[in-house]
C-alpha cells in the first residue's frame, strides 16, 4: 500500500474580521478540522456551498493562506514547516486552477507570458527553449499557439480558462487543486473543459483535488467525494456511494437540490428551511442540526458535536448515520 | 506595461478634452524646447526708457516694462515651469510609489509605521513647508527647487498606490503568481506595477497642473524661481505695478498658467474616463 | 390560454461600430398565459437578457426595439405606450427580479423601507398601512420573523434572503407577468432550490404568469410548463418541457443534453458542442447554428430555416425537422 501522495491532518483556519472602526470584533470559523488523504492519480472532488469552507481547504493546504493549526504533507514532505526553498519547489508540484477566468489572468501580460512565468521563475528551461515550451503546452490544452501574442480580454472565457490551467501545467505538477474550474463557464465550455481536465489527468497521472458546488459536474471526475458542511467534512465516500445512497441529510439534501435535466426524474424533493449557522457564531452540536430533518434528529443532535466515523467503507458525521429514509431515489 | 500605456493613451484621445488637453500640452512643450533659439533674447539689455510696449507686428506680446520680448520670456519661462514640474512630479512619483508598494505589499507594522508617517505629513500643509524653505534658503538654485518641490508631493500618491496595491493583492492572478513560487520583486514589478500604473498616472497628470500653480504663486511671491531666470510667475510678480497702464505684461504670462494647467487638467480628466472600464 | 403576453417579431437593434446595426435579439417570438411558467433557455450572448428588459421597455441605450417588434399584455401592444405608460406598467403589471441582489438594492435603505417604497409606487396608503403591506410581502416571501426583519439592511441578509426581498419588491404592485431573470444563478444550491419553490408556489396563488429566464436546462426541467431554447437571438426550439427532453428536435437543444453532466444513469464523457458562441456582429448566414451542427445538411450553411412544426405545440427552427412533402 503505497503511501498517499496527499495527507490532510485537522486542518483548521479562523481568522479574525471586525475591530475598530470595521465592526464587532469576531472570529470566522472557516475551517474546523478537515483530514483526509489523496492518492496519485485519483481526484477527490470537495463539494459544499458557499461558506463550507472547501475554497478555504484548497488554499491552505497549497500554503496560499496560512492555517491556523494542523498538518499537510505532500510527498513525505511537511508542507507547513517547509522553509523557503524548500517551499519553491514544492510550488513546482502542488498547483492551483481558478474559478474566475477574468480575473486569474493578470490583465497586462500576453497569454503566452503567463504561462512562461512558472518556467522563468524556476529556471525549468533555458530562456531560448521556453517559447516552443509554451506553444507545446497551448496545444495540449487545446488552444491555437497563435494567441500565445494575446491579452486576456482578448480571449473568450474557456479560452482563459485554458490559459489558467496551461499556466498551471508548466511546471510539472503532480497535484491540482481546482477550486470551481467551470463554475463561471457557459454550459458547452463547461463540457470542453471537463473534458480537457479528464485527459489531463489520464495523460499526466495527476492527482485533483476538485472543488465545487455542482455534484453533477464532480461526478463527472471525482473517483471520491468529500462533503464539506460549516467547516467540516459530514460525508466522505466514493463518488457512486455519495451520490446514490448518501449516508447524510445534509449530502441528500444537496443532492436533491441539484437541478436535474429530466422532468421525468422522480427523485424526492427536499426543501431545507432555516438559515445555516453564522460561522463566527459555531453552536455547541451538529451544526447541521437547525436545518436537519432526520427523523430521528434529537437533543443529541444539538448539544453533541457527531465525529467523522467510519460506516462500511464511508465516513459520516452524524449521529443517526445507521437509520433513517435518507436517499433520495424512490 | 508599455503596451497598456499606450493603449490608455489612446482611449483618451477619443476624448474631445483629451485630444485637446494633449495637444495643447505637446505644442507648449514643443514651443519651449525648440523655439527660444528662434525668438529674441529674453535676457536683452534692459531699456527702461523704452518701457513696455503692446503688442506689435515686432513683438506678438508686447515688450515688459524693461523693453523685453513677452513672448520670448513666455517661452522661455514655458521651458523653466514645464521642466520643474514634470521634474518634481517624477520625483513625487517615484517615492509616492516606492512608499506605497513597499507599505502596500509588506503589509503588518511597516504598513502601519509608514502609512501613520504620511498622515503626520500630510496634516502640515505643503504650502507652509515650502514657504519656510525658501524663506530660508534664499536664492535657491533650481535643482534644489525641484528635489523640494517632489519631497513635499509624494504623500498622496503613496496612499493611492498602496491603496492600488492591496486591492491587487487579493485579485486571482497575484496569488497565482505567488502560487508558482514568485518571489517579492517579481510580484511587484510585473503583477502589481503594471497594474496599479494607471490611476497613479492620472494623479501624476493632475499633479503637474498643481505644481506649476505652486512654483507660479512661489514665484510670484519671489521665493521659487529668481530672476533673471524668466518664470511665469516672476513675470506677473514684475507686471503689478503696471497692471493699469500695461496690461499685456501680465496678461500674458498669466493666461499662459492658464492654459497649461487647463491643458494638463483636461489630459487628466480624460486619461481617468479612459481608465474606467465601462468606458472602454 | 396564451392570452397574458404575447411577443412576436422581436427585435433589438444596436448601432454597429463601422455604422448600421446589429441585432442581438433578432426575431423572437414568446407567448405565455395566466398560471403558467416558461422556460426561456440559452448560453450568454444568446440574448434572452436583452428580451427581458425589452418587455419592461428598459432596453440599455444605444440599443433600442426595431420597428415591426410587436409586444402585447393582455390585449395592450406595450409599443405603442409613451414613457408614463411603460413607467405605470412596470412593477404594477409586470415584476422583474434580476440575478444580483446586492446590486439591486440599495445598500443605504432597510430591505423593509425598500419594499415600502414599491409598495407605495403602485396604490395610495397611508405610510402605517404601506408598512404593514411591506411585512405582509415580506412574509409571502417566506422571510422568517418579517417584522424583525424589515429594518435589516442588504449587507446584513445572506444572498437568499437578499433575493427573498427582491421578490417581495417585485410583488409589491401584484403584477401579472413576474420575470425572473437569472434569478438563482449566483445563489448556493440548496437557496435556489428554495427560492424556485417559492416563485412556484406564488405563481399557483396569484395566478401570475412567470418567465423564467435561465442558462440551466435543470431548472427549466423542474419547473417549467414549456421551454423556448434560445440561441444567436432567435428561439431555435420551443415545447412543453416533457417533450423537449424526451425528444429535443433541433441539434443545439441535442448538444446541449449530451453536455450536460449528470447525477442519474452512468458517468460518460460529455459531448463537445465545437467551436464558440458567435457574437451579434457576425451572425452565421444560412441557419445561425450551422457552423457548429454536427448533423448539418448542405443547405444550412445557405438558407435560412423557418420554423417548422415537428408536433402539436412543438416547433424547431431547422431543416431537419421540415417535414418532407
Not at chain 1, 492518492?39 to 491552505?60: H, M, N, Q, Y
Not at chain 1, 463527472?220 to 441529510?249: D, K
Not at chain 3, 439591486?104 to 423601507?113: D, I, K, R
Amino acid at each position: 500500500m503505497t503511501a498517499p501522495l496527499l495527507e490532510v491532518r485537522d486542518l483548521v483556519k479562523r481568522y479574525a474580521t471586525g475591530g475598530l472602526a470595521r465592526g464587532p470584533r469576531a472570529v470566522v470559523h472557516a475551517v474546523n478540522g478537515v483530514s483526509f488523504d489523496l492518492a496519485a492519480g485519483e481526484t477527490l472532488g470537495l463539494v459544499g456551498e458557499s461558506g463550507s469552507g472547501k475554497s478555504t481547504v484548497g488554499r491552505t493546504i497549497l500554503r496560499l493562506t496560512p492555517a491556523t493549526a494542523g498538518a499537510v504533507r505532500f510527498d513525505g514532505v511537511d508542507v507547513f514547516a517547509a522553509g523557503a526553498a524548500e517551499l519553491r519547489g514544492l510550488r513546482r508540484r502542488m498547483q492551483l486552477v481558478f474559478q474566475d477566468p477574468y480575473s486569474s489572468l493578470n490583465p497586462r501580460m500576453t497569454a503566452g507570458a503567463a504561462v512562461a512565468e512558472g518556467l522563468e521563475i524556476h529556471r525549468l528551461l533555458p530562456r531560448q527553449e521556453i517559447p516552443a515550451r509554451v506553444a507545446g503546452l497551448f496545444e495540449e490544452v487545446g488552444l491555437e499557439p497563435a494567441h500565445t501574442a494575446r491579452y486576456p480580454h482578448e480571449l473568450s472565457g474557456g479560452q482563459r480558462q485554458r490559459v489558467g490551467i496551461a499556466r498551471a501545467l508548466a511546471v510539472g505538477p503532480a497535484f491540482l487543486v481546482c477550486d470551481e474550474p467551470v463554475s463561471a463557464l457557459d454550459v458547452s465550455v463547461q463540457a470542453q473543459v471537463l473534458n480537457l481536465l479528464g485527459e489531463l489527468q489520464r495523460r499526466r497521472r495527476l492527482a485533483f483535488l476538485f472543488i465545487a458546488h455542482d455534484l453533477a459536474v464532480v461526478r463527472q471526475l471525482a473517483h471520491r467525494v468529500a462533503v464539506m458542511y460549516f467547516g467540516r467534512i459530514v460525508e466522505l465516500g466514493t463518488t457512486e456511494q455519495v451520490v446514490h445512497r448518501p449516508l447524510h441529510p445534509y449530502t441528500a439534501a444537496l443532492l436533491s437540490a441539484v437541478p436535474e435535466p429530466d422532468p421525468a426524474s422522480r427523485r424526492r424533493r427536499i426543501v431545507l428551511s432555516g438559515e445555516p449557522p453564522r460561522p463566527t457564531a459555531p453552536p455547541p452540536g451538529c451544526p447541521f442540526a437547525s436545518r436537519c430533518f432526520h427523523p430521528k434528529k434529537d437533543e443529541r443532535c444539538r448539544t453533541e458535536l457527531p465525529a467523522l466515523r467510519g460506516l462500511g467503507d464511508a465516513l459520516v458525521a452524524c449521529h443517526h448515520a445507521e437509520t433513517g429514509p435518507l436517499t433520495p431515489d424512490p | 506595461m508599455i503596451g497598456s500605456l499606450r493603449d490608455l493613451f489612446r482611449r483618451a484621445w477619443r476624448h474631445p478634452s483629451g485630444r485637446w488637453g494633449a495637444l495643447a500640452l505637446l505644442v507648449m512643450a514643443l514651443l519651449a524646447a525648440a523655439a527660444p533659439p528662434l525668438l529674441q533674447d529674453p535676457a536683452a539689455m534692459p531699456d527702461v526708457v523704452a518701457g513696455a510696449t503692446p503688442p506689435s507686428a515686432g513683438h506678438l506680446f508686447g515688450t515688459d516694462q524693461l523693453n523685453r520680448d513677452i513672448l520670448a520670456r513666455v517661452v522661455s519661462g514655458g521651458r523653466i515651469s514645464l521642466s520643474v514640474a514634470g521634474l518634481a512630479v517624477l520625483v513625487s512619483l517615484t517615492l509616492g510609489c516606492a512608499v506605497g508598494l513597499v507599505a502596500g505589499y509588506a503589509g503588518g507594522w511597516v504598513d502601519g509605521a509608514l502609512m501613520r508617517m504620511v498622515d503626520a505629513a500630510l496634516a502640515i500643509p505643503r504650502l507652509f513647508v515650502l514657504l519656510l524653505l525658501l524663506v530660508v534658503w534664499e536664492r535657491i538654485p533650481l535643482w534644489a527647487l525641484i528635489v523640494v518641490l517632489g519631497t513635499t508631493g509624494w504623500f498622496a500618491t503613496s496612499r493611492l498606490v498602496r491603496g492600488e496595491v492591496l486591492r491587487l493583492r487579493g485579485e486571482p492572478f497575484v496569488v497565482a503568481a505567488t502560487g508558482l513560487g514568485a518571489g517579492a520583486w517579481r510580484t511587484i514589478a510585473r503583477h502589481l506595477l503594471p497594474n496599479a500604473a494607471g490611476p497613479v498616472l492620472v494623479a501624476a497628470t493632475l499633479g503637474v497642473g498643481d505644481v506649476i500653480l505652486l512654483e507660479a504663486g512661489l514665484s510670484f511671491l519671489g521665493l521659487g524661481i529668481q530672476p533673471p531666470t524668466p518664470s511665469w510667475g516672476g513675470m506677473v510678480l514684475d507686471a503689478r505695478p503696471f497692471l493699469v497702464s500695461a496690461p499685456w505684461t501680465a496678461l500674458f504670462p498669466g493666461a499662459a498658467i492658464v492654459a497649461t494647467v487647463l491643458a494638463v487638467n483636461l489630459l487628466g480628466d480624460a486619461l481617468q474616463a479612459a481608465l474606467d472600464p465601462r468606458s472602454a | 390560454m396564451n392570452d397574458l403576453l404575447q411577443v412576436r417579431g422581436l427585435r433589438i437593434a444596436f448601432p454597429a461600430p463601422g455604422g448600421g446595426s446589429v441585432y442581438p435579439v433578432d426575431g423572437v417570438d414568446l407567448e405565455l398565459g395566466r398560471g403558467e411558467t416558461l422556460a426561456l433557455v440559452g448560453e450568454s450572448g444568446c440574448g434572452k437578457s436583452l428580451t427581458a428588459l425589452a418587455l419592461l421597455g428598459l432596453v440599455p441605450a444605444p440599443g433600442r426595439i426595431a420597428e415591426g417588434s410587436r409586444i402585447v399584455l393582455e390585449g395592450t401592444d406595450l409599443r405603442e405606450l409613451g414613457p408614463e405608460g411603460l413607467r405605470r406598467i412596470r412593477g404594477r403589471r409586470i415584476g422583474i427580479v434580476f440575478q444580483d441582489a446586492m446590486t439591486s438594492l440599495n445598500p443605504v435603505l432597510s430591505a423593509g423601507a425598500q419594499v415600502r417604497e414599491a409598495v407605495a409606487a403602485h396604490r395610495i396608503l397611508s405610510a402605517r398601512e404601506a408598512k404593514a403591506r411591506a411585512i405582509e410581502l415580506l412574509g409571502e416571501a417566506e422571510i422568517p420573523d418579517p417584522a424583525a426583519r424589515y429594518d435589516s439592511f442588504p449587507h446584513e441578509l445572506s444572498g437568499g434572503l437578499r433575493q427573498r426581498v427582491m421578490i417581495a419588491i417585485a410583488l409589491a404592485g401584484e403584477p401579472d407577468l413576474l420575470i425572473a431573470d437569472e434569478a438563482t444563478t449566483a445563489l448556493d444550491v440548496t437557496v435556489q432550490a428554495q427560492i424556485l419553490e417559492l416563485l412556484d408556489h406564488l405563481r399557483a396563488t396569484r395566478g401570475m404568469g412567470v418567465l423564467l429566464i435561465t442558462h440551466d436546462l435543470g431548472i427549466a426541467a423542474g419547473r417549467a410548463d414549456r421551454v423556448a431554447v434560445m440561441y444567436a437571438g432567435q428561439i431555435v426550439e420551443e415545447a412543453p418541457t416533457a417533450r423537449l427532453f424526451e425528444a429535443p428536435a433541433h441539434p443545439y437543444t441535442r448538444a446541449l443534453f449530451r453536455a450536460i453532466p449528470r447525477l442519474d444513469g452512468a458517468v460518460e464523457r460529455l459531448a463537445n458542442i465545437p467551436g464558440g458562441v458567435p457574437s451579434a456582429a457576425a451572425w452565421p448566414g444560412g441557419c445561425r447554428f450551422h457552423p457548429r451542427c454536427t448533423e448539418a445538411l448542405a443547405r444550412c450553411a445557405a438558407d435560412v430555416p423557418p420554423v417548422a412544426d415537428v408536433a402539436a405545440d412543438h416547433a424547431a427552427r431547422c431543416w431537419l425537422a421540415v417535414k418532407q412533402p
